[in-house]
């Protein structure tokens, strides 16, 4: 996607392959500035620290990680180390735990001498595909909103999103944005209404950035605003990404996307996940008792942060000294409330037979 009419990919590698590259989105939306990540160290700080953030987005970063421990021969037990230290940083998403086994599936098999280039070939496989299966998702979750455009004629459809699941949370395109964007691209008029998304703002930081670069209509409203919209006939349908979802479909994504499900299934509301398969956990089958969730600092609740009237990033309190917080960073959506799962082998009902048959 682009960032002042250049096309940008959120990560990279250097062109010597001693780091990779990546857009530090605790900056955004006030300034866009990349931070370098040099060692497996660096790769988990900023995984954990959400210098990178986004479910696919954190794996294709995790596997420049284990590409970047590769740089000293690295034997079997350092392999199996790096993965344990990068699985480490977010409990949540199962696309870090996907990408790094997918690494080492490649790496094990091959002599020590040949794994520095070997791991930086599938790394960079890792990124392409993940631009590749987003477009897909995209192409599939176009013919959606072409549909349900046909009953809306003459105004802009309206979307709702939660969270960032645009090309900021994946290497391009983005899984829930995708399809807006190909919108855009095909002339079909969208509007976004842009979940603020607290306690990071993940909707108001950088949802709003991305659709004003690429100039898609957008609204910021507050995470509360959506039941009400809703109710007044104002959202055409919601499209939200996803960080795991188990073998039956119920959806593990960003704090607050169940309750947007309630209001979508009561409003009559579509309500679509768009995913690439990687987001899959076939392991699990009940998302709610089985997927874990997590427990992020109480700080980020306690206080926010943004740009100040002088220019500079500023931080602020936001309550009284002493209450305490807390601060889940997922929830999950069952089955029953999904209408569908837009992957890039097509559109799936969120149940287990379905699954099975999507690949
Ligand atoms: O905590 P975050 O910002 O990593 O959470 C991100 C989300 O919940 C996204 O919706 C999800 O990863 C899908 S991204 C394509």
Known sequence: MKVAGVHRRSLWPAPDRRACFAIDQRRLPHRLEVARLSSLADVRAAIAEMVVRGAPLIGATA???IALQCADAVDDEALHAAK??????RPTAVNLAWATSRMLAALL???LPQRQAAAWREAEAIADEDVAVNAAIGRHGLA?????????????????????AGWLATVDWGTALAPVYQAQAAGLAVHVWVDETRPRNQGASLTAWELGQQGVAHTVIADNAGGHLMQHGQVD???????????????CNKIGTYLKALA?????????????LSTLDRRLHDGLAEIPIEHRSARELTHVSGRAADGGLAEVQLVPDGSAALNPAFDVTPARLVTGLVTERGVWPANEAALRAAG
């Open 144 to 164: 959606l909103l072409q549909a349900l455009a046909a009953h809306s004629p003459g105004r802009p459809l309206n979307l709702l999103t939660h969270c960032n």
């Open 84 to 89: 344990t230290t990068l699985d480490g940083a």
């Open 237 to 251: 349908v919601v499209i939200v990404g996803a960080d795991r979802v188990s073998a039956r479909g119920d959806v």
């Open 63 to 65: 596997a420049c990680g």
């Open 109 to 111: 098999p091959l002599p």
């Open 264 to 276: 979508a299934h009561d409003n009559g509301v579509p309500f679509y996940v768009a995913m690439p």
